[in-house]
């Protein structure tokens, strides 16, 4: 065994493995007191290490007993430090507070040397410590933004590849879905001029906040898109869910959406939830809201005014956002406990969504989201009727949570295939059956996607977007002088690729 050589160090911040804790070190829990000293950390205070030829796991920790020798150790620290060829750096600052001229807050872990500590050269190299010093202006280490752009690109393309392979996985791979997944294909690729110019935009313009926390749960995050800085004042808020088939839904398909809302003075946050088979309808629900809350709670913080906050959701997302908006109501109604408001809401705008699981199964089911898989999202048949909006509106402890419902807005087009306008129209018929303010807005010759991807692409006037950015600037004369004036949005994808598109595609 190789001879044993010890130097006397004060080890302030912890050896996770060995010293972070006394049930895992070898110090007595009598002695961790003795040998801490006021004003440290809480970490145990070590006077002996011992390093068996290199620096492994296997540290012997000693108590040094006799304070003359620790004292003695203190005054010979600065001689050591120049000797020494090899390091043990500890960042630690519980310890440095007293000092106006610190300000971190963050412990970091302990960087121990890559090379060996020999028994030759271990005499003349004493392991020490450095204490970082007091400094005017504290070493920070930041990432260059363009690379962490790129990473976070590369990761975000990874997450929709995976999801893509996922639906394919769960859908199965016969026939009809082979089609479809060809016609899906060939619809990408015509959109492509579009979505290659917004994802350069989602990705590098300094008017996206992405990936910000909302929860505590896989994928609890959600994009902000925040005006141009042209006016002082709060902007009002759209919170937007995104759809997906319950299956890829995903905080970017809102990006369009989010950058053209912010060109009219409108913050967007667009929420990701669970997926499937992440999750099922109870997490998503549950997410969305805790989405929500987050915007409600902190968009000040952004800019952005609480008292002008509107809720937003498409196809699967006005599914998932409506459950949530009338779950809160009826908690408000019963005096629960809760951290938003649905009256908060101004207005709910529901696109192209369906709102009875008991009429959606066979529908889906013949569109090859199988009947099985529909049931696993939806949790068994016996969950349907709480996550059927249209349904859970008739029972009669509802109707006083209806009343604290906002002004809900519904748009459909008339040639969705994928959701029927039914969907829209027997769901509105039920909100009226319970005295809720309903619109309902039906577009002659649109599809399921006419509405969301192809008309924004195409630029110009669109009368979805004016029609929910009247509604949203309606009390505001400011917002409504701009929208007078406001260029029209260009187009992104030469109308021949949209009319191609409109024809191949699978929705």
Known sequence: MATQHYTDIHVLAAIEADVS??????????HVEQNREDGESDYPTCSLLEYSGYCCPEMVVQVNKQQKNAEEAKKGRDKRRGETKHEIQYFFTADMQSSSEIHHHERCRPVFPTENIGPADSDKGKVRRRVLRKSSAPQICRQQSFGRDIGHAAAETYLITRLSFDLLGYLGVGYRWITRLLALACYAILLMPGFLQVAYHYFFSPQVRRSIVYGDQPRNRLDLYIPPP?????KPVVVFVTGGAWIIGYKAWGSLLGLQLAERDIIV????YRNFPQGTISDMVRDVSQGISFVCNNISAFG???????LMGQSAGAHISSCALIEQAIKESRGERISWSASQIKAYFGLSGGYNLFNMVEHFHNRGLYRSIFLSIMEGEESFAQYSPGIRLKEPRVRKAASLLTHIVLFHGSEDYSIPCE??????????????KTDLIIYNGKTHT????????????????????????ANDSDGLSKDAVAPPRRRLVPEILLKLAGKVSPF
């Open 21 to 30: 804790s006394t049930s895992n070190s070898r110090i007595p829990p009598k």
């Open 230 to 234: 042209t006016s002082a004042g709060l």
């Open 269 to 272: 946050a667009c929420l990701d």
């Open 304 to 310: 952005g005014d609480p008292n002008r906050i509107y």
């Open 423 to 436: 969907a829209s129209k027997t769901f509105a018929k039920a909100l009226q059956g319970v005295e809720v």
């Open 450 to 473: 006419d509405l969301f991807l192809q008309d924004p692409l195409r630029g110009g006037k669109d009368e979805l977007f004016d029609h929910i950015v009247s509604m949203i600037h």
